[in-house]
């Protein structure tokens, strides 16, 4: 198979380094490939939405797998836009990622794939403009993946708490719901595998308080937690602010039944339990 990506941020990079050697050639796009030195492996092109280079379009055109995580923008998807026409002639595997932001505020309610999106701000608007604009150019055949809040080397609690940013932030009732990089990289090959599109919640199983995830953080570093901060007067920025106008269990039961994955890290005491003996936060 040829992998084709649309974005080599964390995610996707975390992917190839899990599954990379699924594949007999790996492509992708970076805004600016002369200011990335860890994509050893992977042959990198330039694409920043505006007109691909031939290049580009061609490996679209040749790729079996076409991994999409780029976010949309305010015009919308610049891939979708830009490349639509280099998708039609022959069917591939796409493997959209989206968010499970589109899923709004439940005030705490479970939710799943049948539960409709109401997407109230502009990101996650666009979010599921992005959904139907791939689920269109793929003819149907494309899976979208709604990742929670992402979590993994290099991007945790544990980082955050060693180098003195980490914040508990206390509002009654608010949940998030995470996932650990090397589920998202078994989800995203369970998606390949898979032969048919469809829409999958990539979440764990336990929607927890943010501060709970903190002080799981600290127990294990041996460190007095941060101290607690109401919502109300805590000083954040509105794009921070704004992640707290939506709670939501998200339900998982979908990923596990449907595309058989078994999550190496159920509940973020086991992703940061495994972080910490590799290393992490010390």
Excluded at 98 to 106: F, K, N, R
Excluded at 175 to 185: E, S, T, W
């Amino acid at each position: 198979m040829r992998l084709f990506i649309l974005g080599l941020g964390y995610s996707a990079r975390h992917f190839v380094g899990q599954f990379g050697g699924a594949f007999s050639h790996i492509a992708g796009t970076v805004r600016d490939p002369g200011k990335r030195n860890d994509l050893a492996g992977i042959e990198v092109h330039a694409f920043s939405g505006g007109s691909p280079a031939r290049e580009v379009i061609e490996r679209v055109r040749d790729a079996d797998v076409l991994l999409i995580s780029i976010p949309p923008g305010s015009a919308g998807d610049p891939a979708v836009t830009a490349l639509g026409d280099a998708l039609a002639g022959r069917r591939r595997k796409i493997v959209y990622l989206s968010t499970i932001g589109v899923y709004g505020d439940h005030a705490g309610r479970w939710v799943d794939e049948s539960t409709p999106p109401q997407a109230t701000l502009d990101r996650t608007r666009t979010r599921v403009a992005a959904e139907q604009a791939w689920t269109a150019a793929a003819r149907g055949d494309v899976a979208i993946l709604r990742l929670a809040g992402i979590y993994g080397p290099g991007r945790n609690a544990l980082v955050t708490l060693r180098a003195g940013t980490a914040r508990r932030i206390i509002k009654p009732g608010q949940v998030f719901n995470r996932i650990h990089a090397d589920d998202i990289a078994s989800a995203i090959m369970a998606a390949v595998k898979h032969s048919d599109g469809g829409t999958w919640n990539v979440c764990d199983d336990e929607p927890a308080p943010p501060q709970d995830v903190i002080a799981y953080a600290a127990k294990l570093m041996d460190l007095a937690p941060p101290p607690e901060e109401p919502f109300e007067i805590a000083e954040m920025s509105a794009m921070a602010r704004s992640f707290y106008a939506s709670s939501a269990r998200v339900s998982n039961a979908k990923l596990k039944h449907e595309l058989g994955v078994t999550l190496a890290h159920p509940t973020y005491r086991h992703g940061l339990d495994a972080l910490w003996h590799t290393g992490q936060g010390r």
